[in-house]
């Protein structure tokens, strides 16, 4: 979402004045004035919404199992991948990247069959585990990009200061591992699963995971400012990327907020795609082939 090195040059100040009055930004900022207005002019029973979301069918035992369930399928893509991969000769960034590609959306389904295995045997509906209702969806999908444009300010100005901090202190930008790979040429096949991976399955199977299973165990166990602080801090931490270490750890805390206020897992997973999806536009625009460097 933000390029450091753009504003690297820029005192703070300077930088998050420029951040504050670009125009999209200004049109997000409306939107949360809007909200807030909204929020004084009905109310929210808080009270209420915690209930529902401590009510939720996802206790420690539930949580761990699945956990475990995860890991031992994380370990075995990974030493398959990694067994396999070695015994390739002269391996490609194209391989490399049909690997990640595979692998990824293996641990999505992962993530997606096991908590459909869990809910069965439990006799439990998607909209009693999640609040995920056929007829509540497209008003729930609006208040997830409605909840975009709101975080939008908020995660844009700690993401451009925790970037100007890192490059200060001699870290300079590093993208994901994805993002790298799409900044290399690539054929198209594997620039759609890159893409898909990034708007579709990420963003429901870990907020599945990480909103839908672990944010009622977290408020139960800790409260709600805790439980959605201590959930975010996990959430940064698992994606193992210093650099977006603090705008993953404020979009986490906006996914929650989603979450709680919607009841419905619709919102949250709306939020997420809406995040990459921007960012890889914003990628695609800055690095095509007219702006000079070629994807």
Avoid: K
């Avoid at 753009?6 to 939107?31: D, K």
């Avoid at 096991?114 to 809910?119: F, K, Q, T």
């Avoid at 708007?199 to 165990?217: D, K, N």
């Avoid at 921007?278 to 702006?291: D, E, N, R, T, Y």
């Amino acid at each position: 979402m933000i390029d450091a090195l753009e504003f690297g040059a820029l005192p703070l100040a300077r930088a998050l004045s420029a951040f504050f009055t670009n125009p999209l930004v200004l049109i997000c900022l409306l939107v949360d004035a809007l909200v807030i207005l909204r929020l004084a002019q009905y109310g929210l029973n808080g009270g209420r919404l915690v209930a529902r979301m401590r009510s939720r069918p996802w206790p420690l035992r539930e949580a761990a199992r699945l956990v475990l369930a995860l890991t031992a399928a994380v370990l075995a893509v990974r030493l398959s991948v990694s067994f396999l991969f070695h015994l390739e000769t002269g391996g490609t960034a194209r391989r490399e990247a049909l690997w990640v590609i595979g692998q990824t959306l293996f641990l999505h389904a992962c993530v997606v069959m096991l908590i459909a295995g869990r809910l069965r045997p439990r006799r439990l509906t998607w909209r009693e585990a999640f609040g995920l209702e056929r007829r509540r969806a497209w008003p729930d999908a609006r208040r997830g990009a409605v909840g975009y444009l709101a975080a939008v300010p908020a995660v844009g100005a700690l993401a451009l200061t925790w970037s100007l901090f890192l490059v200060r202190v001699g870290l300079p930008p590093e993208p994901q591992l994805v993002v790298r790979m799409l900044m290399e040429p690539q054929p198209a096949g594997v620039r759609f699963g890159m893409i898909a991976i990034a708007v579709v399955t990420a963003p429901v199977a870990e907020e599945l995971l990480f909103r839908g299973v672990g944010l009622p165990l977290f408020i139960r166990r800790f409260g709600v400012l805790p439980g959605i602080t201590l959930l975010s801090l996990l959430f940064a931490a698992v994606h193992f990327h210093l650099f977006s270490w603090v705008p993953l750890f404020a979009m986490a805390w906006a996914f929650s907020l989603a979450y709680l206020y919607s009841g419905s897992i619709v919102a949250p997973i709306v939020m997420h795609a809406l995040f990459n999806g921007v960012s890889l536009a914003i990628l695609f625009a800055v690095h095509a082939p007219g702006a000079g460097a070629a994807l």
